[in-house]
């Protein structure tokens, strides 16, 4: 099984920059990409970002496109989320997921196997 920890949460302001580490422990090989997703109180769960583990193609969220920028470092296993120019309407909690993605598919489509417990991400404005 792969275990997933995420950490780097915050409160910051509005404009500022986060980055979020999930670290990946155990059967990494299982899974074929790494994906970030996110869940507001109000709104449903949400793939922000995906991250193939062999050749690192990369997909965002429209939402997120241009802002976020998703990253993998194979000899950590870790799989990082930077964040820039954050939003109020950013605030969620934040999770890593163990998967299957591929780059000619929007993200929305990532199947998620394995989660992370998340991090708490506020924007104040």
């Known amino acids: 099984q792969v275990q997933l920890e995420e950490s780097g949460g915050g409160l910051v302001q509005a404009g500022d920059s986060l980055r979020l580490s999930c670290a990946a422990s155990?059967?990494?090989?299982?899974?074929?990409?790494m994906g970030w997703f996110r869940q507001a109180p109000v709104n449903e769960r949400e793939c922000v970002a995906a991250?193939?583990?062999?050749?690192?193609?990369?997909g965002y969220a429209d939402s997120v496109g241009g802002r976020f920028t998703i990253s993998r470092d194979n000899a950590k296993k870790t799989v990082y989320l930077q964040m820039n120019r954050l939003k109020p309407e950013d605030t969620a909690v934040y999770s890593c997921?163990?998967?299957?993605?591929?780059?000619?598919?929007?993200?929305?489509?990532?199947?998620?196997?394995?989660w992370g417990q998340g991090t708490q991400v506020t924007v104040s404005s």
């Open positions: 997921a163990a998967g299957r993605w591929s780059e000619f598919v929007p993200v929305r489509q990532f199947i998620g196997d394995r």
């Open positions: 155990g059967r990494t090989f299982s899974s074929t990409a």
């Open positions: 991250i193939t583990w062999t050749n690192g193609r990369t």
